[in-house]
């Protein structure tokens, strides 16, 4: 069994959208001890700004493409083959700015550069995969900034209706609560979704687990 995990996150101590994604990934291994996991930090480890050459590559014939646009494409090889190893994925991932870190959005379009990852392929159809997202402030439905959050609605659309996985969405709210003065009211809210995202996650990583 093996499990691909991504994390885009620039904090790593305090991170929610980390801790999240270790409930369900312990949770994981906890019923198959002996289970691969292989992790890519979009952080830790930065992607090569290669996407450009990749993108054009792909309206290349293949005989006339130069070896910087050969060497782009087996990045994005690379990328794809290690999702495509992995039984479950699971993609972690904050709000920044109301929309997906600069990182991940550049993991995902050099992904799509591989012909297995381009719109209409489904790669991964019927993989179970979990996106997990921490959101420093509220923004369900009667919240004043209800509708701002422009990250998850494209990450679902992405990972499930392009890339065609069995999509489960974990989700933390309020997690600037605990640290900013002014959200101090609510700081219970926030310890309640945190507490539920954990549950939720190890539940989650848990049925995967059985599931395979």
């Given amino acids: 069994m093996s499990l691909f995990r991504l994390d885009s996150s620039i904090r790593v101590d305090g991170s929610v959208s980390r801790e999240v994604a270790d409930a369900l990934e312990n949770a994981y291994v906890e019923q198959h001890p002996n289970a691969t996991v292989t992790r890519r ?9 290669v996407w450009p050459v990749a993108a054009f590559a792909g309206f290349t014939p293949e005989d ?3 070896d910087e646009q050969r060497a782009a494409l087996a990045v994005a090889a690379g990328l794809a083959d290690e999702v495509l190893r992995a039984d479950v994925v699971v993609v972690a991932t904050p709000l920044y700015n109301f929309g997906v870190p600069a990182h991940l959005k550049a993991w995902i379009d050099l992904l799509i550069t591989d012909p297995r990852f381009a719109p209409g392929a489904s790669p991964l159809a019927g993989r179970p995969v979990t996106l997990v997202v921490a959101r420093g402030g509220g923004y369900g439905a009667g919240t004043p900034r209800e509708g701002w ?7 679902v659309r992405i990972l499930a209706d392009v890339w065609g996985a069995d999509l489960t969405v974990v989700e933390a709210e309020l997690t600037l609560a605990p640290v900013t003065p002014a959200m101090a009211e609510l700081v219970p809210l926030a310890e309640a979704s945190h507490a539920q ?4 996650a190890a539940a989650v990583g848990k049925a995967h687990a059985q599931a395979a």
């Fill in 64 to 66: 006339q493409r130069t």
């Fill in 197 to 200: 995202a954990l549950e939720r």
């Fill in 41 to 49: 930090d979009l952080v830790a480890d930065p992607l090569p700004n």
């Fill in 149 to 155: 959050d422009h990250a998850t609605p494209y990450l």
